[in-house]
């Protein structure tokens, strides 16, 4: 089992920044692909960004690409969701989710087999 815990989401003014944290706990982190989603109300959840065990495999989706930057520190077992130039569409619920089959990040939602219970993201215009 593992187990994720995020942290870092809030309210901020379009244009802002934010940091988001998702500690591992439960299995080797390094061998886990791990990726961000997020869900805004009444919509389905989608993919933002992935990361590969060895870091150097991040797809985006195209609406956050030169805004957000995902990593990941495998000596303290966390990945991290580097938000900048927030804009009111990216409010939603952000999820940290992590794949224990496959080395690089796949985009659809049903392949992760940890999720951890979200945080609120929410951009003001």
């Known amino acids: 089992q593992v187990q994720l815990v995020e942290s870092g989401g809030g309210l901020v003014q379009a244009g802002g920044s934010l940091r988001l944290s998702c500690a591992t706990s439960?299995?080797?982190?390094?061998?886990?692909?791990m990726a961000w989603f997020r869900q805004a109300p009444g919509k389905e959840r989608e993919f933002v960004t992935g990361?590969?065990?060895?870091?150097?495999?991040?797809p985006y989706v195209d609406s956050v690409k030169g805004r957000f930057t995902i990593s990941r520190d495998n000596a303290k077992n966390t990945a991290y969701l580097r938000m900048n130039n927030l804009k009111p569409e990216d409010t939603a619920v952000y999820y940290c989710?992590?794949?224990?089959?496959?080395?690089?990040?796949?985009?659809?939602?049903?392949?992760?087999?940890?999720w951890g219970q979200g945080t609120q993201v929410t951009v003001s215009s």
């Open positions: 439960g299995r080797t982190f390094s061998r886990l692909a």
């Open positions: 989710a992590a794949d224990r089959d496959r080395t690089t990040p796949t985009m659809r939602t049903y392949e992760y087999d940890y």
């Open positions: 990361i590969s065990w060895s870091g150097d495999t991040t």
